[in-house]
């Protein structure tokens, strides 16, 4: 929204920094970063006093979680806020690229906003159905990756680029938006297994989405890319300043977050900051560093269909109990113990998603 001021400036003044992606994205962190700290306790209290018993706690769980009764859930709204309030006031609203993600998050934001207040209003487990949140998702999605498609260069429209070697292109043609549906509705759910411990999701997230922002910012620069000899997707950059805002909007929601929680972030936020994650991949056609920088969620989720496969199978379990974090604690291993190890394994994914823009 301020971008407009740039019509005021003659090159040489105060109204020219609006023109540089990299002074509005440090700034759509730190507004992102004071909107978390001014709301935060408010909407807690807020949330508390509106939700009573808080988030269900599983009985089948592990038993340390029982303590965690009463915790307001819908956390998520805190990061939602902050996020689009600061994406808003900083990025070029004339982007396609910026509207498509944020209608994504938005949208899946939604999704899990109703399944939140199904299971605090109904205090249980199950909220809305599996099957509706899934089917609501591949249509969120579908339309995004169409809108992606149509945004694209034409030589890339319908493309699928892989890491590491150089000008290689996938022809997926009509195909390309039902893969695009999977990588959105896929990333979106991983993240949603993720957030099972204080902490936990969030930083992965911000890691992801912070790797996935530089990225998109070099892919969207001709100069960069012709130099990296990765595809150019012009536009793209200013989904620097969505991915900065997250990062700030995601730090304020950590300082409320981080062990013993006082919010938990539910699905509202969950499936929405997946869903960015594979929205902003699937923009940047990096959808399968995604898979890498995102490893973490991808691991959480993968345990999750083996340990149902095999249980169906065999009538067995490979895991003591799955998403693969509460197999950790059913090993007798402290959640911060747990969290703070994920934290450096996505650490390292980010480094090597990274490091794909170099090995060509």
Request: no cysteine; hydrophobic share 60%.
């Given at each position: 929204m301020l971008y407009w001021l740039t019509e005021f400036s003659d090159g040489g003044d105060v109204f020219n920094l609006f023109r540089y992606i990299t002074f509005r994205a440090g700034m759509a962190f730190a507004t992102a970063l004071i909107f978390g700290f001014i709301f935060g306790r408010p909407l807690i209290n807020l949330l508390r006093r509106r939700q009573g018993k808080g988030q269900p706690i599983r009985m089948d769980g592990p038993q340390t979680h029982l303590a965690k009764a009463g915790t307001p859930t819908m956390g998520g709204l805190l990061i939602l806020s902050a996020l689009l309030f600061s994406t808003l006031l900083w990025a070029r609203l004339d982007n396609p690229y910026v509207w498509i993600v944020l209608g994504v998050?938005?949208?899946?934001?939604?999704?899990?906003?109703?399944?939140d207040y199904a299971k605090v209003s109904k205090q249980n487990t199950k909220g809305v159905s599996s099957r509706v949140r899934f089917l609501l998702g591949l249509l969120i999605a579908a339309l995004a990756c169409w809108f992606a498609a149509a945004s694209h260069p034409e030589a890339l429209a319908g493309q699928l680029a892989l890491p590491v070697f150089k000008n290689v292109l996938v022809d997926l043609g009509i195909f390309f938006i039902p893969f695009g549906m999977i990588v959105i509705v896929?990333?979106?759910?991983?993240?949603?297994?993720?957030?099972?411990?204080?902490?936990?999701?969030?930083?992965p997230v911000m890691i992801a989405a912070g790797t996935l922002g530089v990225i998109a910012y070099i892919v969207g620069n001709f100069n960069y890319t012709d130099y990296l000899g990765v595809h150019f997707v012009p536009g793209t950059g200013e989904?620097?300043?969505?991915?900065?805002?997250l990062f700030g909007g995601g730090l304020g929601f950590l300082w409320y977050n981080a062990p013993p929680a006082a919010v938990f972030m539910g699905d509202t936020g969950s499936l929405a900051l997946g869903g960015a994650l594979g929205a902003i991949a699937v923009c940047a056609k990096h959808e399968i560093v995604l898979a890498i920088v995102g490893g973490l969620f991808v691991v959480e989720a993968l345990s999750v269909i083996i340990q149902v496969l095999y249980f169906k199978r065999t009538g067995r379990r490979v895991f003591l109990m799955?998403?693969?974090?509460?197999h950790f604690e059913k090993k007798g291993w402290a959640e911060p113990q747990i969290v703070i190890r994920f934290w450096i394994i996505s650490l390292i994914l980010a480094a090597i998603?990274?490091?794909?823009?170099?090995l060509r």
């Open positions: 998050t938005v949208a899946f934001g939604l999704i899990g906003f109703a399944d896929g990333a979106a759910n991983a993240v949603n297994l993720t957030d099972g411990l204080d902490g936990l999701a969030i930083m989904l620097l300043i969505f991915t900065a805002a799955a998403p693969i974090h509460h998603g990274l490091a794909t823009l170099k």
